[in-house]
C-alpha cells in the first residue's frame, strides 16, 4: 500500500529543505522514500526528484501564453494537473505498490484552503488506495506575536477543514525561536492550543483594535478543538524522528527494517526475529509507539533545547559530534590497516 505525505504550508515555511533532509534521514535508515514536487515554479529543487511537474507545466510558460500573474498562474498550473491526473497517477505507479512519497506543494495558501485542484487530486489519490498525511509547515516567528499566531491558528483550521485529511501542524524552524527574543509564554501554550484566553493581554498590547475579533476567532478555533502543532528545526535528527513518529501514527505507516538493518538495542523486532518476539499487535504497537526510534520528545524538552538552553546544548553537541567523528575515524584506520594486511596477505603458518 503506497503512503504519503502532502507538505503544504506559506512561501519560506521550510517545505523543499524538509523533503530534502527526510530524503536524508530516510536513506540513512534504510527507508524507502521518493519526492514529488509539484511547485511548479520550484526551480532550485534541492533533492533527488522522482517526479517533476515541470514535465508536465512550468509556472513561466503558463504566465508567458496566457498572460497571468504568479498567483492566478499557479491556480492555473494546479487545474492543469488536476486535469491531467493520469500523467501524474502513471509515474507514481512507476514507484511501485509500497512507495513512500512526500509531494512538495506550492506554497500559495488558497491550494490548501480554498482551491479545489489539490483537495480532488488528494481524493482521487486516496480512492486508488494511498494512505496520505498532510503535513502542514508554519514558520515558529509566528509565535512570537499574538495576533499573527491566531492567524496561523486560523490558516492551520482552515487547511485541516477543507482538505480532510489526517493533519500535522508544524511549527517549523524551532531552531531558531530563541532569535526573535523572550516569548510570552511557553512552547507548549503555542503547541498544545489549550486556553487561548489567556492572550488576551498580548492583544492588548499588540493589536488592541482588534482585540475583539481575534478573540472570537480564539474561541471559534478552541470550538473546534482541531489545532494543535509538532516542532521541527530540519537539522536535528531527533526533531526530524520526533516528526517522523507523529505522521506515521497518522497514516498507519509501520516501518519494517530490512533484515540487514542495523536496528538501535530495543527497537522494533527485526522481520526475521523469532516469533515469540513479535506479538500479533506487532503492527499496531509499532505504529503507535512509532518505528525504531525511542521514546516521544515531550514539547518542554524543546523548549529547553531551543528557547531556555540553547548555547550549552549547542556546546553540548559539538562536543558530542567530536567524540563520534573521533570514533569513525579510528575505525576507519583499523579497517584500513586490516585491508592492508590482507593485501599483503596473511602471515605464513609455518
Ligand atoms: N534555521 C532553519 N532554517 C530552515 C529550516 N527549514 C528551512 N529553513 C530555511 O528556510 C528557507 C526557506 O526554505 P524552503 O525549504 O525553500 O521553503 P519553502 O518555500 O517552503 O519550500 C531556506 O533558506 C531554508 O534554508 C529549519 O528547520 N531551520
Ligand atoms: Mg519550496
Known amino acids: 500500500m503506497p503512503f504519503g505525505e502532502v507538505v503544504i504550508g506559506s512561501p519560506g515555511s521550510g517545505k523543499s529543505t524538509y523533503c530534502y533532509g527526510k530524503h536524508q534521514l530516510f536513506s540513512a535508515l534504510n527507508r524507502p522514500i521518493s519526492i514529488v514536487n509539484l511547485d511548479p515554479a520550484n526551480d532550485n529543487i534541492p533533492y533527488p526528484c522522482a517526479i517533476d511537474i515541470s514535465q508536465l507545466i512550468t509556472l513561466q510558460d503558463v504566465m508567458r501564453e496566457h498572460g497571468l500573474g504568479p498567483n492566478g498562474g499557479m491556480l492555473y498550473c494546479m487545474e492543469y494537473l488536476e ?32 482551491h479545489d485542484s489539490l483537495k480532488h487530486i488528494v481524493s482521487r489519490l486516496q480512492k486508488s488506495g494511498w494512505r496520505l498525511a498532510a503535513v502542514h509547515l508554519c514558520d515558529a516567528h509566528y509565535v ?14 482552515r487547511a485541516m477543514l477543507h482538505l480532510e485529511l489526517p493533519h500535522i501542524n508544524v511549527l517549523s ?18 503547541t498544545e492550543v489549550q486556553d487561548l484566553s489567556h492572550l488576551e493581554n498580548a492583544l492588548s498590547a499588540s493589536s488592541p483594535r482588534y482585540k475583539a475579533l481575534n478573540l472570537a476567532i480564539c474561541e471559534l478555533v478552541e470550538d473546534f478543538g482541531l489545532v494543535g502543532f509538532e516542532t521541527l528545526a530540519v537539522e536535528d535528527k ?7 513518529r507523529a505522521i506515521d501514527r497518522a497514516t498507519g505507516y509501520v516501518f519494517v527494517p530490512p533484515p540487514d538493518t542495523k536496528v538501535p538495542e530495543g527497537a522494533v523486532p527485526k522481520p526475521d526475529a523469532p516469533s515469540s518476539q513479535r506479538p500479533n499487535t506487532y503492527s ?65 603458518s609455518k
Open 83 to 114: 486535469a491531467n491526473y493520469d500523467w501524474l497517477e502513471d509515474r507514481l505507479k512507476e514507484l511501485g505498490k509500497d512507495a513512500y512519497v512526500l509531494f512538495d506543494l506550492p506554497g500559495q495558501v488558497e491550494i490548501s484552503t480554498n
Open 238 to 244: 531527533h526533531s526530524m524522528l520526533n516528526l517522523t
Open 284 to 348: 499496531l504497537l509499532s505504529s503507535a509507539v512509532g518505528p525504531m526510534h525511542g521514546p516521544r520528545t515531550d514539547v518542554r524538552d524543546v523548549q529547553e533545547r531551543w528557547v531556555d538552553a540553547r548555547e550549552e546544548w549547542d556546546a553540548y553537541e559539538k562536543v558530542q559530534w567530536r567524540r563520534e567523528g573521533e570514533i569513525v575515524r579510528k575505525e576507519a584506520e583499523t579497517v584500513a590497516k586490516k585491508n592492508k594486511i590482507r593485501e599483503r596477505g596473511a602471515p605464513d
Open 173 to 190: 524552524k524551532v531552531d531558531l525561536i530563541s532569535q526573535y527574543g523572550d516569548l510570552d509564554f511557553n512552547l507548549d501554550f503555542y
Open 144 to 157: 512570537t506575536d499574538a495576533s499573527k499566531y491566531i492567524s496561523l491558528l486560523l490558516l492551520s483550521l
